[in-house]
């Protein structure tokens, strides 16, 4: 019988899922809202929605299948544990809460949804851990057995493949490629409450502080220079740069050049065969590719020197999130 | 029947090798010079030299054993090849040599070794890799699935072991640490060509470099300052801290300070269980590892803070190569 996964990817807006089989081959999807579950004691309610709807997905094929498990992608998960371990945006204490304690926040999403699937393998890993078992399963590092993958987004995910395997760290936390501290005389202010994270220059809102910094410190004219802050986007300085806006041209190649120096630094740990860019940033092509290849190879130790390939990840499009997510059950049963 | 594993350590100076058992207890050691052999045409007879040898020590124990195998580590070792290639300091060009085609120094190790013993396993990798795995097999990373050692030498080395595998990545040169670029305003000059790597803070040349900046911007008396930098030697530091002197205790603070830095990066990759030192400047204790601690957990992502064990190698002493070297074949056996 044909075997389908359940691929799940909880944003912090929306879940989407799909019934995907092993060739990454999506047969329905669905969604429901993140947002509408936004606290602590939300979380029993939406597990319960998400199953209903996942059963409702499951249940609208016209074929029979072997159901071979539910892949999860979501922010803060512990593959190890199953868990969702304090995220950032989801099942948030509500502001006039008391009891703070950081325990309640570790969410154990894999049994509590397992256990409404009559106990299915079912396995959570972080987005870009997930994107990147998606591009070893369906994608452009099929048959790679040492690999990076890097994703783009409104911040900078990474995923490392060593030996054909998944690098989870001791705790299911690693990869987190995006906090390597890369500018410590007075860099940028960082989410993590840090300052000079990668992921402050090179990502949708990096390149954006980039703009306005840029902004201020050249005299070029540019389309840019209408745009307020508030209503700015990272692609307008992909479609700026297009037009051969110095301002935007200039961002791209600073862009790259951090990308560059940290990919080169990257290189002496794991010296991966080839490293993939995925996401928002990585659709600009040739803006992000070139400068970024280039710094990468001019500030590489001798020994990898034109060894490591830069490539655009296989997976991009609007499922990848799903196809990631169920590519974690693939993998697993290898 | 016992098995034994001759372990073989190539230095530049000499090469140093024993036979082990899988405890790690070694039952005989000898010692061949590597420098008799500068050139590349003397590799021939480095081989020949250095397999009369062993063949020497395995025949002088006076109990029946199997040769398990050879392991070997030497500089610029590739694991997958089995090959040695352009070591910087062994069997190199004449001054006056016109063929520098540098595919000539690209050594077949482990075949021209395994062919001289029937046939037996052997395998190659760098020191700091070797050690790694000594440490897995016989010291304190024994169980753990995911660690990094750094070894502290007149440069610094490393080995990252993650889902129980050593890293070698797709070339079999992984793990170089001591070439990430820490410093890129005004960094120190490196070996490898290029500017404010690591080791040219952290190691024994990189500790001494940091004693003589500061004996020029500070103003505190030390005794550091009677010393010629020729006659200078990284252990002298550590007397001198030893005593309280200002100049040396900020060395250290310093050294920690760019460890600890790159420990907290090293951190966001794989998500070690433990970080263990090894080598010259580990033996100064506290000195290095307080300072060290301190600055991790200071630049520690939150997700990884007071996680991961900062530890000093079990393997440390005066056979800890040979000891690592042997243990390639226990942990290629598994």
Known sequence: MKKLVIGVDIGGINTAFGLVDENGDLYAESVISTKKYPYVEDYPAYVEDLCQAMHALADSLSFDYELAGIGIGAPNANYHAGTVEMPANLWKFRRDETDL??????FRLAEDISSRFGG??????NDAN???IGEMVYGNAKGMRDFVMVTLGTGLGSGFVANGEMIYGHDGFAGELGHIIVERHNGRECGCGRYGCLETYVSATGIKR??????????APSRLRDIAFNDFDASMISAA????DPVALECFRF???MLGRALADVATITSPEAIFLFGGLSK???FIFEPTQWYMEENMLFVYKNKIKLLPSGIQGKNAAILGASALIWQAEK
Chains 1, 2 share one sequence.
């Open 101 to 106: 304690d950081e325990n309640r926040r570790i």
């Open 120 to 125: 299915v393998r079912t396995l959570v890993t």
């Open 130 to 132: 997930a994107a990147t």
């Open 210 to 219: 980039t703009a306005f910094e840029l902004m201020a410190k050249m005299s």
């Open 241 to 244: 740069a297009e037009q051969g």
């Open 255 to 257: 862009t790259g050049e």
């Open 284 to 286: 600009a092509g040739k």
